[in-house]
């Protein structure tokens, strides 16, 4: 039976850190395909010497697949793409497994920088909300 794998990382890290399993999948994949090679993730993995096929997520074709296939998802999410595969697998008889596989972790304390715009500046004080950060108020 044909898997089709959603491959999700961050964006807070450095592309082609990946977990063992992500890199397992990828190698192991019969094709890998991606929506632009000019991707950072995408281009570390063809960096790493598996062949990646570029072209727009067509989720017909990746339902219908009958080989294993590795997606690696866009900074983007690939707006449209599960909601169009749900309804392609779904109109199948016997749909491929499908697997969403995480291959990068946001590290602990990414969320921070999103929620504040920033700590400190060249040593002065960040004023957030009125106060002063516990950083720099010593």
């Given at each position: 039976?044909?898997?089709?794998?959603?491959?999700?990382?961050?964006?807070?890290?450095?592309?082609?850190?990946?977990?063992?399993?992500?890199?397992?999948?990828?190698?192991?994949?019969?094709?890998?395909?991606?929506?632009?090679?000019?991707?950072?993730?995408?281009?570390?993995?063809?960096?790493?010497?598996?062949?990646?096929r570029?072209?727009?997520?067509?989720?017909?074709?990746?339902?219908?697949?009958?080989?294993?296939?590795?997606?690696?998802?866009s900074?983007?999410?690939?707006?449209?793409?599960?909601?169009?595969?749900?309804?392609?697998?779904?109109?199948?008889?016997?749909?491929p497994?499908?697997?969403?596989?995480?291959?990068?972790?946001?590290?602990?304390?990414?969320?921070?920088?999103?929620?504040?715009?920033?700590?400190?500046?060249?040593?002065?004080?960040?004023?957030?909300?009125?106060?002063?950060?516990?950083?720099?108020?010593?």
């Open positions: 039976m044909p898997r089709l794998t959603l491959l999700v990382t961050s964006p807070r890290l450095p592309a082609g850190l990946l977990t063992r399993d992500a890199w397992a999948a990828l190698s192991n994949a019969q094709v890998v395909r991606a929506a632009d090679l000019d991707d950072p993730t995408t281009a570390a993995v063809a960096a790493s010497g598996i062949q990646v570029a072209g727009a997520p067509d989720a017909r074709e990746l339902a219908r697949s009958t080989y294993d296939v590795v997606w690696v998802g900074p983007d999410g690939d707006p449209g793409l599960t909601d169009a595969l749900a309804q392609e697998l779904s109109a199948l008889d016997e749909p497994e499908v697997e969403v596989l995480v291959g990068s972790w946001d590290p602990p304390g990414a969320g921070c920088s999103m929620r504040w715009p920033r700590w400190t500046r060249c040593g002065r004080p960040a004023v957030v909300h009125g106060m002063r950060s516990r950083l720099t108020s010593r």
